[in-house]
């Protein structure tokens, strides 16, 4: 997804670039110059798309709807005088069906030739993962259920409904006027409708005036549809990563993050010198990885629920666009190669961001129950709170914590007169990086033994002994034993499954929430 919404970007505004030099009206000596090159004219594209996100995503949305009101209306002209040069030019007609006969013999033969030839229609395709990327955007109903936003939902289906039937239609009538009108040898290698077929029908059939108009919509949708890339990145990223701690707390921001895709823009634009066909084949793999993995979604979604007239055909097209994929992969492998490349980076970046944020307080809030809160306000009258960090074994045999209770007041010298509480965290879900810490107290043969889950261990017990010193005003003392085996790979244990040496860490995270060595919960290791 990263990848596909990334070339987006540079692919888009290097198109435009290409329709902008193509242009008639361009001077001559600036096509040829070595000072304004295609590759300047892109980055200073880019530049102004970020400058526009800068500024805010309200001013963003009022741009879109001029820019795409005027490349719809400006490609329906085109299509409409296409369509009536051929009616009136029927030859033209029929020197298509001939080529098609010709060439295919009978319907079946075209229909194969058709699924040969799918892969290259990736390009055309865009649009419509593109749109999946604003479906978090669009607003629901005022009594929308938040389990299930019905009304959301409802106008999500109106959105993509009507994406998929304007780029259906436009995608289906430009591919046959621009293939009965053109000529072959124009859409060859430096063709002057290669890349920009509507453009060329714009220029013959309407004039350079209109057709530069026309150049002018094409230029500005193709400098704009990065703009809903970036939009699905700014609406992804700040959602998912940091909450798993795959990105910096100030991934949450938008214009940092407007800085950050525009300098992996920069970077990739000039890297493939702002070629539109080089970019092509990343584009169409990212495109069409992104479709098949929808498609395979929304087919074993369909016979989950059994819908067997529904998810056949979904199979039959989830297969279509695997064998897409694959065809494509084959034949331009330098798409799954940058793929490749940005999967690892994002690792990378990740499993650095991971270990950064390591020792940050990772709990959004500290719940209690009315047990515990009991249990906790019993010892916070004596004065300071003595906790003992436990790992359950069964938690019903009271002897576990008897045995528990002798050892940690022989190893850390807790006087028999003060009351202790046992204290037990389970990791739940490592890969979550924040959640609400959930504190329950029970009772196990006279002793009082708190109980949580939380994603990471020591980060839940810091939080809770600060919460402890904030709400009771007493100081706690969190009582641990050692740790034996290697550091390397309870640092590991750690970082992948949220559990490790587990006193040093606590200590750690409490000295980086907690500046003030006199306010710091005390942290003890006996044994």
């Known amino acids: 997804m990263a990848t596909s919404w990334i070339v987006t970007i540079t692919l888009s505004a290097s198109d435009a670039t290409a ?47 001029v820019v795409v009101a005027a490349f719809l209306l400006s490609n329906l002209v085109v299509v409409a005088v296409a369509l009536y ?16 006969f010709n060439n295919y013999g009978n319907p079946l033969s075209m229909l194969g030739g058709s699924l040969l030839v799918f892969p290259l229609l990736a390009l055309g395709l865009s649009g419509f993962e593109t749109g999946v990327s604003m479906m978090p955007l669009v607003r629901g109903e005022s009594d929308d259920d938040p389990a299930r936003p019905r009304g959301r939902i409802r106008n999500t289906h109106k959105m993509l409904a009507t994406a998929a039937l304007i780029m259906s239609f436009y995608l289906i009538t430009t591919s046959f006027v621009t293939t009965v009108l053109i000529p072959p040898e124009a859409f060859g290698p430096n063709g002057e409708a290669n890349g920009r ?124 666009f695997i064998y897409a994929t694959a065809a494509n992969v084959i034949k331009r492998p330098d798409g799954i190669t940058i793929a490749l490349f940005f999967i690892l980076a994002i690792v990378v970046v990740s499993l650095i961001s991971r270990i950064q944020r390591s020792t940050e307080l990772r709990q959004e809030r500290i719940e209690i129950d009315k047990t515990a809160q009991r249990f906790i306000d019993e010892a916070a009258e004596r004065g300071d709170i003595h906790i003992v960090a436990h790992r359950r074994r069964t ?49 196990v043969g006279g002793h009082k033994v708190l109980r949580a889950e939380s994603s990471v261990v020591p980060n839940a017990i810091a939080a809770f002994l600060l919460h402890l010193r904030d709400e009771t005003g007493s100081k706690p003392h969190c009582y641990f034993g050692w740790t034996e085996g290697n550091p390397i790979v309870y640092l590991i244990r750690y970082i992948l499954f949220g559990e490790g040496d587990t006193a040093p860490v606590t200590r750690e995270v409490l000295r980086e929430a907690e500046p003030d060595p006199k306010k710091r919960p005390a942290i003890h290791v006996g044994g």
């Open 197 to 320: 077929a509507v453009a060329y029908l714009a220029h013959e059939y309407l004039g350079d005036v209109f057709g530069t108009v026309y150049d002018i919509s094409t230029i500005s949708i193709l400098w704009f549809a990065g703009a809903s890339a970036m939009a699905g990145l700014l609406n992804i990223v700040p959602r998912y990563l940091p909450r798993y701690g795959m990105a910096p707390e100030w991934g949450r921001a938008v214009r940092p993050l407007v800085l950050v895709y525009t300098a992996i823009s920069i970077v990739v634009t000039i890297v493939f010198a702002a070629n539109v066909d080089d970019q092509g084949g990343a584009y169409a793999t990212g495109v069409l990885a992104m479709m098949t993995s929808a498609s395979i979604a929304v087919t074993l979604t369909a016979r989950r629920q059994g819908r067997h007239w529904a998810w056949i055909p979904f199979g039959l097209i989830t297969l279509i």
């Open 395 to 443: 938690g019903k045999n009271a002897e576990e914590y008897r045995q528990k209770e002798r050892e940690q007041r022989e190893d850390n010298h807790i006087p028999p007169d003060e009351p202790i509480l046992f204290l037990e965290v389970d990791v739940a879900d490592p890969s979550d990086f924040t959640d609400v810490l959930e504190i329950q107290g029970v009772e």
């Open 85 to 100: 040069e051929i009616s009136t030019h029927l030859e033209a007609l029929g020197n298509w069906q001939e080529a098609l």
């Open 19 to 65: 329709h902008l030099v193509e242009n008639p009206f361009w001077p001559e000596f600036l096509k040829s110059s070595t000072q304004i090159d295609e590759v300047v004219i892109t980055l200073v594209l880019l530049a102004m798309l970020g400058a526009v996100f800068l500024r805010g995503f309200k001013e963003v949305i009022g741009i879109a709807v």
